[in-house]
Structures are given as structure tokens and as C-alpha cells.
């Protein structure tokens, strides 16, 4: 008897044992994927992980329906990777072969599938099983898997249904809810019948009185003689100096037709330099120093501050590297650096940089996937958000944890919450990888692993072309609202700066940390505010829409006339977001294009990159964002940053709140002066005495360090304590407080650690479910791992009682 031992990709921590034939046996490898029945009637692709002739003793295995691939698409190495991250993260190795492939390689009974309306299909060229399917979804709109295995009677019905996504003639329903569309550049040619010279004469004989449409047919002419490759209407339009609309006359009369090119959107544009790069002196030596640090260490922090060129580094070291025909992978926190990025590696490396992140849609996912399992050419150097941590490499010899310090690196919702970083050096290690973690302002913990010995430690202090780090000056707005020099909520020293910054063509920066128009609004005769029914926050008010929406549910109604509770119609908003700010200098600065960058002008796949175009383009003077604007852009004509109010992050109710508003402080500030002229930061506070605000203003990094570090070890956080928050949610008030008072007792009396809880965080209720957080310290000195054990046998112990069942319990390990 022949088994396998797969995963499905279910929120279950244990594999599942199916049989096979003897001939699937010698055929099937670890790493394939296989479609296998669960449950009463539903399918599912899982992936083998082991081939045995052991029999399960619970249960009798079913038989697999088939093998899907002829290859695998998984390698060992991820197997054990992943296997580790379901262990150190504590939960189903289901949740992150889930969440590790790409959707479109996961195909369900539940997957809906239609057909693609953009695709062009012969009948003609499908097999009977493709055109039965075909013909199906002509009566209906999509289909599940069980209605295509009732429609060919035949259970092996996945390789069909492959390839006809191979031949993009259907679409799984999760991409049809994408947005995506191929880009589609319309290009022009002449029209055939005019290919001959008697044709040419014809045709300017008919133009003789059209002198606009002669004009761009003359220009069309002289650009297809100069360059040998396609037009596009746009371009002939600006070369013309005319418009669309007198190109489309001329397709009307048959003299261009138009046809569509599809075209790439991270698309290289510009030649391969063939000159070497040239590195600084300061560059040089931190170069040479990490290599150095490799003989010794596998991780290497990179301290530099900011604009001292450290992606110059990163390109040196990736070409040492691709020299020895290794892969590289680059993880940024934020989607929206990738369009940046690509555009500086791919000047260097050309096509062998490929790019992977949630906003490409299933088809580029996949492509990216097989080139880097395939090692091919064109995925040498992967850029990357976390998700790219999941590609199987064939030969990953170097890793970049860019802005390592960044709080996106680790996943908070949906399991496994991971953080890329610490994932990352584990799949570096399995790999004999080196990895170069890179920051202005790195994370307590990174900066304590590297003083430590623990990983090696390289710093540049100066800026890349010895340009002068930005010059730092506070505004007391206590001091300015008491003098009336405020106009809105800038004060009379930003307005200055600003139109000084604006009069030299330069371009300025504000961050103000906050979405929407205003936190709150609130009725002055009784102190009403508008609350979220699903949730207990306010609800954000949102100018644009005329709305009040709250960021957590995404629950909207339309902003009220009067007050709720006492019908009063004296309503006031408190609190400014960057809608407010965006407003405001519309009214003082009038002459200025205004653009502003943050989660509700980013929607879309290409959202970041519309607005950050525009701005390295010139095309707006003044950017309003949230933190978006902190990470790593870099914009050589921005002279001038302001910062509304530092101390909205100063007083979270969390541990790294200090740490956080340095880092963020600093690297909004890192934005200004990049080139020549020294830059200009006005950081606008309630508070300018305040320790971190001014480490800031003295760009002090190991002030800051020195400071939390002490206060991290008197309250018993990192890096001298592991942190697990256990997150309890359920509808039902009563039995999550029964629930989370149990847990917490069984947790204080069997670990001989501090337990701390249960406790209502600061915002107690998401959706209509309560929450309890119960959070564990464990010092250094004590294993994680039989501790982690412990705290499993207790939840396995809280699942055994009937009441209790119902609540739901998340895990997060290393919360950040």
C-alpha cells in the first residue's frame, strides 16, 4: 500500500494522509501538487510532502483524484521553511501554504470560474472537454469546480481547467473582483492600400485642402523613417503638436488604422549603463567592511543616514553576487518603493529583475513564480514586499531587508504573522545565504543584535556627496496659538518657509500622520460624537465624499445635518487629517498644485506610482501624505519638510511609540534637501522639549537607543523579553470576559513568567466582536520553544470546554 502525506490549504496544523496507486507512487514527487477530496464532497489542491507505506490508524485514506503538476512547483527548502514558520508563529501549516501561493494555484471546489471577456476564442481550436466548458459558461455567468466535473463526468477535470487558464480563456472569480486590466497602448500604422508610391500620391492628393491632418500625416512619415518601431497615437499627437481628435478623422477615412498593443506596466524604460558604478569613499569602506563581516557573520546591519547611498551598496553587492550565478532577493516594506526601485536596478542589471507583490494580479504572480523556480534569466534579483519571502528560490545566495525597521514587515492579519525580517535570515540560513539588513534608524532589537556580536554591524555617518543633513527647527504651536500667528494649522514660520521654498521652484513635503478631514466631530450643546455601530471608535469625517466612514469596518453614512442625540445643529470637527491640510493650503497658497498621497488616493494597482511620477515629474509643488511619504523616497528637488503636529504618535498606548516617532520623524525629515542644497525640516509640536523630539532635531539615533533601551529592560520588553499576545474575540460580551479570566488564571499559575491581562485594548470592539488581550513575557533565558508548547496544551485545554469553544483565539508571537 502506497500513501502521501499532504497539506491542504485550511487553517488545520496537521497534514492528512491519502493513498496512491504504485504508479503514482514512482511518479509523484515532494513539492507536487495533488487534488484530493475533504470532507463530504469538497476538493481541494494540496501539496505532497511525503511519500510512504505508512497507514494512517484513525482514519481510512481516501484516494488522491490526480496529480497536477508534471514538476514540482515547491521545493524542500520551502517545505522546511514553511514548516518552521507554522511552528514559530504557532499556527496551521494550512495558513501559510495558503497564504504562501499564488490563488491561482490553489483551485477548490468552491473556486468560481468564467470566462475572460478581453480574450478572443476559437471554438475551433478546443479539445471536446475545453468546448463543453466553453459552451457551459456561453448559458451561465461562471462555474464551480463541482459543476465542471458534472458537466465532463469525469473527476479529473483539474489539467482541463489549467490549461484553459493557461490559454487565458477563463478567470478565477478572485480575479474578475481585481480591478486589472492589461495596459493597452493603441498604436497607429499606415492603412495598406496607400503601401505603394502611386498610394502616396493618392494619398497627399486627397489631403491638399486638410492641412491639420497633412501635418500629422507628414510627421508620421518622418517618425517611421527615424525610428523602426511602432507609433503610438499619443505620441504622434505631441510630436504633431495636434490632437486625438483629428488622428481619429484620419482612421475614420481609412488613411491610419489603429490596433492595441499590450504593454507591460513595470516596464524598463531607458539603457542598460554600461559604465561601472562608481562608490564614494565612505561608500567604499562600508562596502568593503560588509564583506568583510560575511567571513564571521551571516547578517550584517547597514546604519546609514539617510541619503548617505545605500542602494549604491545593495547594487555593488548584488553584482558580486549574480557573478557567481546566485539569486537575489530585495524586500522593501512598501509597494509603493518597488516603482522607484525597479527603474534604478533595472539601469544596472536589465532584464533580470522581476518584480512580486499583492497588486499584480494571478497570471504575473505565476510567471514570476515558475522563473524563479526555473532559475531562469529574467528573476535573477526579486524586489519584493514580505509575500516575496514565500518564491521558491533554486539558489538564493543574498538577501536585503530594506528599512528593516519598518512595522509592515510583520503580517497582522490573516495567519501566519510573520515578520519578514526574522523570516527572512531563518530562509537565508537554510539557503547558506548572506543577508544586509539596511536602515537610518534600525529597530532596537536589530541594533542590539549587532552591539551584541550577533550580527555584524557597518555605519555611514555622512551623506552621499557630502550634502548637509537637513537643518531642524521646532515651532512651540503652544507659544503660536497664544500669539494668534496661526493661520489654520500652520503657523506663521511654515507659511514663510513654504512660499520662500516655492518662490525658488522648489518643492516641499507636509506629513501629517491621519486620514480623512477630521478625527471626530463632535455636537457642541451636548458633546455628542458619531460613533461606528460595528465597532467603538468615532467615525472619521471624509470632506471629499461628504461622508463619515470609520477605518477599521469601513462602515459609512452620509455626514448628519444635526446632532443625533439632541437633534442640535451646531456640529464642530476636531482633530485635522490630511484632507484638512490639503484644504487649507489650497486657500493660502492658491497659485500651487497640491497633490496628496495617502491610503484613499492610493487606491488601485497604480496608484502610488500616478502620484509619485507627477511629483519627480514636477507637476505638483506641495505633497500632503500620511507615513507613506517616510519610506525611502527619494526626490532630489524637495527643499523644504513640515511636520503638522509630531506628537500624534508620541502618546500610543504601545511600548514602541517612542521609538516609532523617532523613526518616523527622522525619515520624513531624510526626505528633504537629497541634492546640492542643504534641506529644511520644520517640526511643528505642543511639546519641543520632549526627549525624542529632540534627539530628532540632533539627529541623535544612539541617544534614543541608549534611553529605551533602559526603559525595555526595567518594564521587561524587547530585546530582553519575547512578547506572545494572545487576542480573544467573540460576539457575546459575558462569555468573552468568562473566557478570557479562565485562559489567563490556567496561564498565571503554569508559566514562571509575568502574564499580564486580560485586558480590553484601546479599541475593545471590531465588527461587532468584543476582544480581551491576555500578553506573555518571556525572558531570554528560558526556551521559547517548551514555553510555546505549554501555551498550546493550555489553548488545546480552553478548545475542550463547550462554552468556551465558540471564542475565538489568535496568536501572535514577537508582536510588534
Known sequence: MYFVEVILPLSLAKTFTYSISEAEFHYLKIGMRVAVPFGKSKIYTALAIEIHQNKPTLYDAKEIHQILDEFPVVTPIQIAHWQWIASYYMCAIGDVYRGAMPSALLLESETLISQNNHQVIDPSQLTDDEFLIYEALQQQSSLKVQDIIAILNKKNIFPVIQKLIDKNILVLQEEIQESYKPKLVRYIRLHPKYDSNQGLSELLESLKNANKQKAVVMRYFQISASEKKPISVKKLANEANSTAAIVKALIEKEIFEDYFLEEDRVIFKGKITEKELQLSAQQNRAFLEIKESYLKKEVCLLHGVTSSGKTEIYIKLIEEYLETGKQVLYLLPEIALTTQLVGRLRTYFGNKVAVFHSKYNNNERIEVWNQVLKNSEKAQVVIGARS?????????????????????????????????????????????????????????????????????????????????????????????????????????????????ALSRDEQIILFQNRRGYSPVIECITCGHVPQCQQCDVSLTYHKHKNQLRCHYCGYTMAKPTHCQA?????????GFGTEQIEQELISIFPQSKIGRMDQDTTRGKFGFEKIIDSFKNREVDILVGTQM?????????????????????????????????????TQVAGRSGRAEKQGKVIIQTYNPDHNIIQQVTTNNYGAMYNEQLYDRQIYKYPPYFRIIKVTLKQRDFEKLKAGSLWL?????????????????????????????????????????????????????????????????VTLNVDFY
Open 629 to 665: 511619504l517616510a519610506k525611502g523616497l527619494d526626490f532630489d528637488n524637495v527643499s523644504l519638510v513640515g511636520v503638522m503636529n509630531a506628537d500624534n504618535m508620541l502618546y500610543h498606548p504601545d511600548f514602541r511609540a517612542f521609538e516609532r516617532s523617532y523613526q518616523m520623524l
Open 566 to 574: 439632541c437633534s442640535s445643529v451646531d456640529l464642530t470637527t476636531k
Open 744 to 808: 489567563y488564571e490556567v496561564m498565571r499559575q503554569n508559566l514562571l513568567m509575568p502574564v499580564l491581562g486580560p485586558e480590553e485594548p484601546v479599541i475593545s470592539r471590531i465588527r461587532n466582536e468584543y476582544i480581551r488581550t491576555i500578553i506573555i513575557k518571556i525572558p531570554q533565558n528560558i526556551s521559547i520553544g517548551i514555553t510555546k508548547k505549554a501555551i498550546q496544551k493550555m489553548l488545546n485545554s480552553f478548545e475542550a470546554v463547550a462554552q468556551f469553544r465558540a471564542i475565538k
Open 388 to 500: 516575496a519571502l514565500f518564491l521558491p528560490f533554486a539558489d538564493l545566495g543574498f538577501i536585503i531587508v530594506d528599512e528593516e525597521h519598518e512595522q509592515t514587515f510583520k503580517q497582522v492579519d490573516p495567519a501566519p504573522r510573520y515578520h519578514a525580517r526574522d523570516a527572512a535570515i531563518v530562509l537565508a540560513y537554510s539557503h547558506k545565504a548572506k543577508v544586509l539588513l539596511g536602515s537610518a534608524t534600525p529597530s532596537i532589537e536589530t541594533y542590539f543584535n549587532a552591539k551584541s556580536g550577533k550580527f555584524g554591524l557597518v555605519e555611514i555617518s555622512k551623506r552621499y556627496g557630502n550634502v548637509m543633513m537637513p537643518s531642524i527647527e521646532l515651532v512651540d504651536l503652544k507659544d503660536k496659538y497664544f500669539r494668534k500667528k496661526m493661520t489654520g494649522h500652520f503657523s506663521d514660520i511654515l507659511i514663510e518657509e513654504i512660499t520662500s
